[in-house]
């Protein structure tokens, strides 16, 4: 009983140092992602700006409708 105690005052364990580790990496490794694709990732948002405002008026319009 002793020994459990003493980890949940301890804090975090090796596995809760571990999931922040890999979760460190997996956003440095996006962060250096978005930075090598930003053309390729501007082509796609502006691609989607129109599907958004066809998506956007057909809401409005459903919601006028009641």
Do not use: D
Request: glycine content about 12%; aromatic content about 4%; proline content about 2%.
């Amino acid at each position: 009983m002793a020994e459990e105690e003493k980890k949940e005052q301890s804090g975090m364990g090796f596995k809760g140092i571990l999931k922040i580790i890999i979760g460190l990496v997996l956003v440095v490794v996006g962060i250096v992602l978005v930075i090598v694709w930003i053309r390729p990732l501007i082509t796609l948002v502006e691609g989607c700006v129109g599907l958004f405002l066809i998506m956007a008026g057909a809401i409005t319009i459903a919601i006028a409708k009641e």
